[in-house]
């Protein structure tokens, strides 16, 4: 049993963050899911819009707020009790449910709104996303053999920056990088593989002419997807960490930046 | 005018998000703020305990929902004109009075909380924290010339995995790269420098005298953090990244790691 929860063929769920109508973000959701709605059963988190409450705390838990413990393995045991609150539990079903998860916001402080992130840390529970040894799989379920396996992911993110500022060398680090706790030390971690991001630079500016163009942009990106290919990282379990959890050192030696832990880099 | 929010000198704001008291970051708030206070005034914004709202929403903008316009500029222009809600104008406050910034928090999903997030999300507005080409100062107001310059900040971070895992090359990212939205994206974005990280490793597993061994050793480099140096990233205004928003070519060549934005690698 190496998937836990396998994906329903054709589902997908389109994670969304933004909380105004009318914007460039609305527009490209609007687009996006209706273009999707071709070929999948589309699915949506629309956060704003569900006044979603991205604040893991004690009410996640279903136990009393003096109940010792560490919050992250609380939350673990209430998904396998069942006791998780309703809306982290109908998030979860529409994950387990969907084999494409597209996920779409706008760059904050180089990296997703509060209501994203919240979103991971009250939905990703362990024993749900992950989870320690897998006496039968033989390995720890995290890194590409995380409780989602099976899955893929499109980031769409715009950015009120440039491609230089957000590009290699750019000032503010490049995109890549910075979204590297969500592409790999989320989604890898609980197995799911993402394509190229979809990035829309100088979004703040753009003129209705310039939406329509991203707009479309979008649509046609989406109706390709399937034969993409995905990015892998470094799997846990092949060896290449052996032992230190660091990289070994015959493998890139001397680099330190975050591209070392793409699995085609050698 | 050079800055725009002159801290209140013996100031400092201590910044906090976690969830559960009795819990190992509990032990290190109240060790902390004990400790840091027979030098300071210390001001606190305990997230969870304020109920902190962390999603930047049409609430912040003190404006009709369906007023067009980016929200990041709407929430500039509903600071100048004193319209933010009242929870964002106090947290403004404290860390305008603040001229030492400790932020604390555990490492979920290699990053922040989503509380913590949406601190910076609502409280950096535009005109208040950063701004555009400042016409006496005759720069930008970022990387080193923000609306919050003249502060020092500490990061304090407790982490479930080992030093290995999130040291240099180690399989879930080096913690440098992890916290650089934090560090350089935010923090040095505003102006504010950051000491080196406090980490704990280890955090899930920790013993009561483990605990104990954590919370003295907080105390102690808080005892001797005004003599710290800081960390120094390269300025915008600089010429480090003349023209291209990359950076030069002829310095560090070759490097694309995150490093490379500190001023004291050459």
């Given at each position: 049993m190496t998937i836990t929860h396998p994906p329903k063929p054709g589902t997908a769920l389109w994670l969304y963050a933004h909380?105004?109508?009318g914007s460039l973000n609305d527009h490209l959701f609007r687009a996006g899911?209706?273009?999707l709605s071709a070929?999948?059963?589309v699915l949506t988190s629309d956060l704003h819009a569900q006044e979603f409450d991205p604040v893991l705390s004690n009410r996640d838990l279903g136990i009393p707020a003096d109940t010792p413990g560490n919050i992250v393995e609380l939350a673990g045991e209430a998904y396998s009790r069942g006791r998780l609150p309703a809306d982290v539990r109908e998030e979860q079903a529409k994950l387990?449910?969907?084999?494409?998860l597209i996920v779409q916001f706008p760059l904050w402080?180089?990296?997703?709104p509060a209501i994203l992130k919240g979103w991971f840390d009250r939905v990703l529970t362990n024993g749900f996303a992950y989870g320690d040894l897998d006496p039968e799989l033989g390995v720890p379920r995290r890194?590409?053999?995380g409780g989602l396996i099976g899955r893929r992911a499109l980031i769409v993110v715009t950015a009120g920056e440039d491609a230089r500022s957000i590009g290699?060398?750019?000032i503010s680090g490049d995109l890549e990088s910075l979204l590297f706790p969500l592409v790999h030390g989320t989604l890898w971690y609980v197995g799911i593989e993402t394509l190229d991001l979809h990035v829309v630079y100088d979004a703040d500016g753009l003129e209705p002419a310039g939406v329509d163009l991203e707009a479309q942009r979008l649509r046609d990106r989406l109706r390709t997807i399937d034969t993409e290919p995905v990015r892998r990282f470094r799997r846990l379990?092949?060896?290449d960490y052996q032992e230190t959890r660091a990289l070994r050192g015959d493998l890139l030696p001397g680099r330190t930046d975050l591209g070392i832990h793409l699995a085609d880099h050698g």
């Open positions: 909380p105004r109508r899911t209706e273009a070929r999948y059963e387990a449910a969907a084999e494409l402080w180089y990296g997703p890194y590409g053999d290699p060398r750019g379990r092949d060896g």
